[in-house]
């Protein structure tokens, strides 16, 4: 431990401020948006097998609904473009413009140098959680996913249905790319149904229990042509732990729903982001 200089408490006190003030991001129109999914029809299902993952295609201008059908259990959700990998879900930006969680009214944007909606949440049964006296809440951007590589570092195992090797192997099956071709772009996740936050005293990761039951869904409205895999967490709800198969786990449910002809009259997809990428130099 250094020591506190005399003007310490003065040096804590001085007041944040908050790097990406977010009142002049373009406003995504929730009452269309909620318009058209009330007479959306569900033209799709897929199902993340526990400790498993599955994948899923959505167009532009509809809807992805994920669900907790059997218990409770947390997912971890990755996006791309559907027509270009390399554009893919940033959760660290997603985290600088709306916070750790994401809720109703917020979206999921996308990697440099595109950066522009992939996908916005107008649904969340869970939005009544909030923040709780923990610091915890749900749908979260800050952890990675639960993976191989750290398992080993910490413990020495060859643990692979971790989120990351289960995302690994639905992008492979479902692209036709080997695993070494599929897992580079396999990325940081929304951490879908799991409570998190960080710990007042040491700053770390904390999980907790999921709030999530059967019946309790989030869903999204496509901005772009998207591909979208989840892994249902080996961790289960997340009570205890997320890499092994000790936890309870369950199947997580993926529905896609398409609105009706003319329910998004004067809606389009957002265009790729505005800057020149000169970089300074002309």
């Known amino acids: ?23 002049t991001l373009p406003v995504p129109d929730l009452s269309l948006y909620a318009q058209a999914l009330a007479g959306a029809d569900v033209v799709d299902v897929s199902v993340a ?6 994948t899923f295609r959505v167009p532009a201008g509809s809807f992805f609904r994920i669900l907790s059908v059997d218990g409770p259990q947390v997912g971890d959700l990755n996006l791309w473009n559907a027509h270009d990998l390399s554009e893919r879900f940033y959760s660290g930006k997603t985290r600088a413009l709306h916070g750790t969680h994401v809720t109703t009214g917020e979206r999921l944007w996308s990697s440099f140098p ?3 909606p992939m996908a916005t949440i107008v649904e969340d049964s869970l939005g009544w959680y909030g923040i709780d006296s923990y610091g915890g809440s749900v749908h979260d951007v800050i ?4 993976d191989p590589y750290t398992g080993n570092l910490l413990s020495g195992v060859q643990y692979h249905h971790c989120c990351h090797s289960n995302l690994t192997r639905a992008l492979a099956d479902a692209t ?22 960080f710990t007042r005293d040491t700053g770390q990761y904390f ?18 042509d998207l591909l979208g895999a989840l892994s249902a967490c080996p961790g289960g709800d997340c009570s205890a732990e997320h890499t092994s198969d000790a936890a309870a786990c369950y199947p997580l449910r993926v529905e896609v729903l398409q ?20 970089h300074g130099r002309g």
């Open 1 to 23: 431990m250094t020591n506190a200089p005399d003007d310490a408490d003065e040096r804590r006190a001085v007041v944040p401020v908050i790097c990406y003030p977010n009142d």
């Open 143 to 146: 952890g990675t996913r639960c």
């Open 114 to 116: 595109t950066l522009r």
């Open 49 to 54: 097998a526990p400790r498993d993952a599955c």
């Open 207 to 224: 999980m907790k229990a999921s709030p999530v039951r059967p019946g309790d869904h989030l869903t999204f409205f496509a901005e772009i």
């Open 176 to 197: 036709g790319m080997t695993l070494a071709e599929a897992e580079p772009h396999v990325h940081d996740v929304l951490n879908v149904f799991m409570c998190t936050g």
């Open 259 to 278: 609105p009706a002809q003319g329910a998004l009259d004067g809606w389009s997809p957002p265009p790729v982001n505005g800057y020149d990428r000169s």
